[in-house]
């Protein structure tokens, strides 16, 4: 769909008149200037112990040491000093945010080997299918879903709150038969609505989706960048090709024509042997990695190790809260430990923050305009407690609690609360781990109907509906009609368009995360089969029960650490070694 077609869809009728070609924020941000410790992450990887980062309208103007003239026109800008270290933004390149409010599934019920057959497990219609259906599905008298915008100020909140700028987009449906993705402060891979920015695409649709000959050709005529699941499994040492590897070698249209090339971007890839990675590598194609989520579900994950030595660019992404890590922050701890103690230290902290910064933007081909602080690239940055150690290893040891600033687009969202009254950005007041934030949550593009509800106000309304579960479902069940007075008002009046989630794992879209091509016989199509909905089977509303709502860190989650460590299918050098980077 193009960016014109989409700006006819707001999600109120407020956003009618809003600027929806503009970026995340319109380029028009105030200057400033950021002291510290600058991590470039540029090509030649430059550390300025002393620097200064200099924004207007945005973007970056120059990088200089402290010591150094500033640039025309910040002569009365007033340095402000953040006391810790400059990173470029977090780039998420994996995360089913919809899901982000959910617990922890814990513990896993037994190891699997794909995709396909953890979701007939009861456990996960009772805890992951069936929550996200009642939100999505639940109307008020009105006839208004009510959980819709604190959901999605909620899990946007939490990538924040981890250092995220930059993640996957939470699709809409709506009663027309409209979709959409929804328009917030965090940036979307998927919706940039700005000519720098290409926009990823994380669905294909289904016809596309289940012919190699298809699916090729909107490879090949597409610039962007295709974020799709594939192999989402593992290939145990005794299988030549396991359910998992049939979904990648799939992809072969004819002998050696494949349907890879620069554009794909394989989302876990872990049912990948290493000759696989070879094959990636030659047709241009990149991947994103999950440790902890692969490690929840399959006791294994990517063969990351065959990927590097094949120069398989790689991303990273945390996947989502129900089996994986809270934030990207989190997800890079989990990949510091696999690598240090299962790959004999194969990657270094550096690599493993580039994952998240410019090697994520390269394969996004944002390389131009993010993933490293330089000027003329867009302001996207996170600042951490500290300034002394090495920069990488120190931003992977952080805590939550160790997140001093997020900017993004040049405007101050979360920090400090003296960094937040410096840059005019003073707004909700927070705690993390009992330590006091705010969040700037104003914003002129965004959606007016989340703009209206606070992180406290969103927090509230979902705890209160998790504990409802049950009623709510009944009332989905029953068909509760509207009052007699909403009915007659409603006669005369055109009907209301009803925004709600897309929620690709158990509800058809008519796109599909992955492909879904033939492999042995024209019916013996691979991936896993679009599941029941949630619905089906005995009534939702005997079936749930209260469940918790996902708290937004670590740092205000008792149980998380105690929850991973007892983790039957996580490796012990993660169960035992997670706390101590927390």
């Given amino acids: ?78 340095v402000l000093d953040t006391g810790g270290t400059i990173f470029p933004g977090l780039i998420e390149l994996h995360n089913h945010l919809s899901y982000n409010a959910l617990p922890l599934w814990s513990p896993v019920p037994r190891l699997y080997q794909d995709r396909g057959q953890w979701p007939n497990h009861p456990d996960y219609r009772r805890l992951i299918s069936g929550p996200m259906t009642v939100v999505g599905k639940y109307r008020d008298a009105r006839g208004q879903a009510p959980l819709l915008a604190p959901l999605v100020r909620y899990v946007e909140c939490k990538c924040i709150l981890g250092g995220v700028t930059t993640s996957q987009g939470i699709m809409l ?17 998927e919706q940039t609505d700005d000519p720098a920015l290409s926009e ?61 090339n620069d554009r794909l971007t394989a989302i876990h890839a872990a049912g990948l042997v290493p000759g696989d990675f070879e094959t990636l590598a030659r047709f241009g194609g990149a991947m994103v990695w999950s440790p902890l989520s692969n490690l929840l579900l399959y006791g294994a994950t990517a063969h990351v190790d065959a990927a590097q030595k094949a120069k398989v660019r790689i991303g990273i992404g945390s ?22 103690h299962m790959l004999a230290g194969l990657f270094s902290a550096r690599d493993l923050v580039a994952m998240a910064t410019r090697d994520a ?67 909700e007041t927070l705690k993390v781990g009992k330590e006091e934030r705010q969040l700037f949550l104003e914003q002129a593009t965004g959606d007016p109907d989340v703009a209206k509800v606070s992180l406290g106000a969103a927090t509230k309304a979902l705890k209160r509906a998790f504990k409802q579960l049950p009623k709510l479902a009944q009332e989905i069940e029953s068909g509760k ?102």
């Fill in 200 to 260: 990823a695409k994380a669905r294909i649709a289904d016809v596309d989706a289940k012919s190699a000959k298809s699916f090729l050709a909107r490879l090949t005529q597409e610039d962007s960048c295709f974020l799709l699941h594939l192999a989402e499994g593992i290939t145990p040492a005794d299988a030549t090709v396991s359910t998992a590897r049939k979904h990648f070698l799939a992809l072969e249209v004819t002998p050696g024509k494949w349907a890879i």
């Fill in 173 to 189: 449906s709506s009663n027309a038969g409209v979709q959409r993705y929804y328009r917030g402060i965090l940036r979307n891979v």
């Fill in 1 to 78: 769909m193009s960016r014109a077609a989409r700006r006819w869809y707001p999600l109120s009728p407020e956003l009618a008149t809003a600027d929806l070609g503009s970026p995340v924020d319109p380029l028009d941000g105030a200057r400033c200037a950021l002291a510290g410790r600058v991590v470039a992450m540029d090509d030649a990887f430059t550390v300025k112990r002393k620097g200064v980062v200099y924004i207007d309208k945005g973007s970056i103007v120059a990088i200089r040491n402290g010591s150094a003239r500033p640039p025309a026109g910040f002569e009365s800008v007033k």
């Fill in 481 to 582: 009609p509207a009052p007699a007075n909403a009915r007659l008002a409603a006669m005369d009046a055109p009907k209301p368009v009803v925004w709600t989630l897309a929620l690709d794992e158990i509800q058809n879209t008519g796109m599909d995360q992955r492909p879904r091509l033939p492999y042995d016989g024209p019916q013996d199509f691979t991936g896993p089969n679009l599941q029941p909905t949630a619905f089906a089977g005995p009534a939702l509303s005997t079936v749930l029960g209260p469940i918790e709502l996902d708290p937004l860190t670590v740092a205000d989650d008792p149980n998380f650490l105690k929850r991973i460590a007892a983790e039957p299918n996580v490796p012990d050098v993660i169960r035992k070694g997670l706390a101590a980077l927390y």
């Fill in 361 to 427: 933007a390269a394969i996004l081909k944002w390389q131009a305009a993010l993933g490293s602080l330089e000027a003329g690239k867009r302001a996207d940055l996170i600042v951490i407690d500290g300034n002394t150690g090495d920069p990488y290893e120190g931003l992977i040891e952080s805590k939550e609690t160790a997140i001093r600033l997020v900017m993004i687009n040049g405007v101050a969202r979360y920090g400090l609360p003296a960094i937040m009254q410096a840059l005019d950005a003073e707004g």
């Fill in 319 to 340: 996947d989502w809260s129900p089996s994986g890590s809270k934030n990207l922050l989190g997800e890079l701890k989990v990949a510091w430990l696999y690598s240090q």
